[in-house]
């Protein structure tokens, strides 16, 4: 039966004194909350959630050239990485019990072209820092993007015709990438384009190819977000001309990402992801409560920014804000982050 809180539980209010001459007397209470947060053993106890480093994906930018390491301004402590040092860095993450690392790259302008044909080079950056990673820690798990913002001269996610990008030409390229990515070594295709139809495609294409093993977390609910921009910076990947509006999501649907979520998870999705995280806590909580599939949430560049920003300035104290926002989002429904953070959260988490 469930409780019922407040009076009938309560044997009855004390007298409160209303003027200073009146003497203060306890009040008959049967329920303190207090009690349980009276300790830090007591406090422990009682913890609903706790964030762990199982629970983290760390995000890399991959870079062309050898033994360089290039810091991201708009993301303090972020660097782009030649693959020999994200093969370096993937061992301390290994070592450090990071489940999973992300690979983004950073692919050099000469490179570009109008249909995002890098993408599909089997010795692109992304494979070869899978390849690395794998040589050097075969245990930990390797996420990609499958999208083609960072390979199109035009920075947009998929192929382009008269100012409008395509959806089924850019998915039958998709396919395409995703299994290039499998067939270097990657553990999880995370299509983050959001063509409609490109989950389906994508589990069709890796099944016919031997890659049924290789999951898909499908960047189920993202939406057009202005807190991608270190991201792009870092990236370079920000559209030359117009905006991501007309195939990521508008922020101010809520019961759209459900669908979106579903239709992914019919097509075979793995695990949904709902992005950018904290302002959108509520899609997650949504999510959570309406599938029971592993949810991801990305705590995304601007976010990780804003607290990098502040804490610089000393207005924050930023283990403690970094902390809270992954219990947040946590909370929220989400038992995998993505998060720049990972580092020094998994640090944080064991102090
Ligand atoms: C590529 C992609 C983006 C992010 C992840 N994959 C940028 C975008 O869609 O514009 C953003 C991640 C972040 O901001 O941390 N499609």
Request: with cysteine; net charge negative.
């Amino acid at each position: 039966m469930p409780i019922k809180f407040g009076r009938p539980l309560q044997r009855s209010v004390g007298f409160v004194p209303h003027t200073e001459t009146e003497e203060a007397q306890p009040l008959d209470l049967t329920i303190r909350l207090r009690r349980n947060r009276r300790a830090d053993w007591a406090r422990r106890m009682v913890r609903e959630h706790q964030v762990t480093t199982d629970d983290l994906i760390w995000p890399v930018f991959v870079m062309g050239g050898d033994n360089t390491r290039q810091p991201v301004p708009s993301m303090p402590s972020v660097e782009r990485l030649s693959v020999d040092q994200v093969a370096r860095e993937a061992v301390r993450a290994a070592e450090l019990k990071i489940p999973c690392i992300a690979l983004f790259p950073y692919t050099d302008p000469s490179l570009r072209d109008e249909h995002g044909s890098e993408a599909l080079n089997p010795e692109n950056l992304v494979c070869k820092a899978i390849r690395a990673i794998k040589k050097e820690v075969p245990d930990i798990g390797v996420l990609c993007d499958v999208a083609l913002d960072p390979y199109t001269s035009h920075g947009h996610d998929g192929l382009m015709r008269d100012g409008e990008i395509l959806n089924d030409e850019t998915v039958a390229v998709l396919v395409r990438q995703a299994i290039v990515q499998a067939e270097a070594g990657c553990d999880i295709i995370a299509p983050s384009d959001m063509m409609d139809g490109r989950i389906g495609a994508i589990r069709q294409g890796l099944d016919r190819n031997g890659f049924t093993h290789i999951s898909i977390m499908a960047y189920a609910a993202k939406y057009a977000s202005a807190f991608y921009g270190p991201f792009r910076d870092a990236a370079d990947s920000a559209p030359q001309f117009g905006d991501r509006r007309s195939y990521q999501m508008d922020s101010a649907n809520a019961r759209e990402a459900l669908r979106e979520v579903q239709l992914d998870l019919e097509e075979g999705a793995d695990v949904v992801m709902v992005k950018p995280a904290l302002a959108y806590l509520d899609v997650i909580r949504l999510v959570r409560d309406h599938f029971e599939v592993p949810v991801a949430a990305y705590n995304v560049s601007g976010e990780y920014s804003m607290v990098k920003a502040a804490a610089q300035k000393g207005w924050v104290e930023e283990k403690r804000i970094v902390l809270e926002i992954l219990l947040g989002i946590q909370r929220a429904g989400a038992e995998i982050i993505l998060t720049y953070h990972a580092k020094d959260a998994v640090r944080w988490l064991k102090s």
